[in-house]
């Protein structure tokens, strides 16, 4: 593989969660669609209480909106995850090992479905796919140099910065987001902020021609001793 084709992977990576919206419903539908030939995914976190700060594009407007995200996990990687701030604060999802559910605000029952092999975490930022592929991707050298330091969530983290071509840039995105991307020039560069022991991926950013457009960033990370049933 070239390192080339691995940041263009990396890319898709990142530009596919920004495309599902990390909506919940179509999080569901894309992770349970072939349940019956899922294979098991060994999950990344277990026994973790995790909050995390989201900014994205609006579905509805030209602007950024920020979300901030609960999750708790058990020791199987089964987990809880909750809006806490933010639009859509108090809507959550909850995946038992058997069923994947989601509820609103009111915690009303959405949506309901058979998932005991597929889902392997509420986001891709939390799994182990993804995090082990941006660590693979940094250890080969296809990010290039540690551009800085950063503290987050307590953790001490490497920041690494890859600049990708204007051709990166949907043509969807200029015409729904003009403040954030241009017809003709868009110099777009992604930021990924890996912890210092290279054990997982503390945060990842997109920006267009300076301009932050997308990012997700650990603000807790706490190790659970006990796990409530009834979270579940």
Not at 94 to 117: H, P, V
Not at 194 to 216: H, I, T
């Given at each position: 593989?070239?390192?080339?084709?691995?940041?263009?992977?990396?890319?898709?990576?990142?530009?596919?969660?920004?495309?599902?919206?990390?909506?919940?419903?179509?999080?569901?539908?894309?992770?349970?669609?072939?349940?019956?030939?899922?294979?098991?995914?060994?999950?990344?976190?277990?026994?973790?209480?995790?909050?995390?700060?989201?900014?994205?594009?609006?579905?509805?407007?030209?602007?950024?909106?920020?979300?901030?995200?609960?999750?708790?996990?058990?020791?199987?990687?089964?987990?809880?995850?909750?809006?806490?701030?933010?639009?859509?604060?108090?809507?959550?999802?909850?995946?038992?090992?058997?069923?994947?559910?989601?509820?609103?605000?009111?915690?009303?029952?959405?949506?309901?479905?058979?998932?005991?092999?597929?889902?392997?975490?509420?986001?891709?930022?939390?799994?182990?796919?993804?995090?082990?592929?941006?660590?693979?991707?940094?250890?080969?050298?296809?990010?290039?140099?540690?551009?800085?330091?950063?503290?987050?969530?307590?953790n001490a983290a490497d920041v690494y910065?890859?600049?990708?071509?204007?051709?990166?840039?949907?043509?969807?995105?200029?015409?729904?987001?003009?403040?954030?991307?241009?017809?003709?020039?868009?110099?777009?560069?992604?930021?990924?902020?890996?912890?210092?022991?290279?054990?997982?991926?503390?945060?990842?950013?997109?920006?267009?021609?300076?301009?932050?457009?997308?990012?997700?960033?650990?603000?807790?990370?706490?190790?659970?001793?006990?796990?409530?049933?009834?979270?579940?």
């Open positions: 593989m070239t390192k080339r084709t691995s940041t263009w992977i990396a890319v898709a990576i990142v530009a596919m969660a920004i495309l599902l919206a990390y909506n919940f419903y179509l999080l569901n539908k894309t992770q349970t669609a072939n349940e019956d030939k899922a294979a098991p995914v060994k999950p990344f976190y277990t026994m973790s209480r995790i909050q995390y700060v989201e900014k994205k594009l609006s579905t509805t407007e030209d602007a950024l909106e920020t979300r901030t995200y609960e999750v708790v996990f058990d020791d199987k990687g089964h987990f809880r995850t909750e809006v806490i701030d933010g639009p859509s604060k108090g809507t959550m999802a909850i995946w038992d090992g058997k069923m994947f559910r989601e509820y609103d605000a009111d915690g009303k029952l959405l949506n309901e479905t058979k998932a005991s092999k597929s889902v392997s975490a509420p986001r891709p930022f939390l799994s182990r796919g993804f995090n082990e592929q941006i660590i693979k991707f940094i250890e080969n050298g296809d990010f290039g140099q540690v551009e800085g330091e950063a503290d987050i969530a307590g910065v890859k600049k990708e071509p204007s051709s990166t840039v949907p043509k969807e995105w200029i015409k729904q987001y003009p403040s954030f991307f241009d017809k003709e020039d868009n110099a777009e560069e992604a930021t990924y902020y890996v912890a210092s022991d290279r054990s997982k991926v503390l945060g990842a950013e997109s920006r267009n021609n300076g301009k932050l457009f997308y990012s997700v960033k650990m603000k807790k990370i706490e190790t659970l001793d006990t796990f409530d049933p009834d979270w579940l």
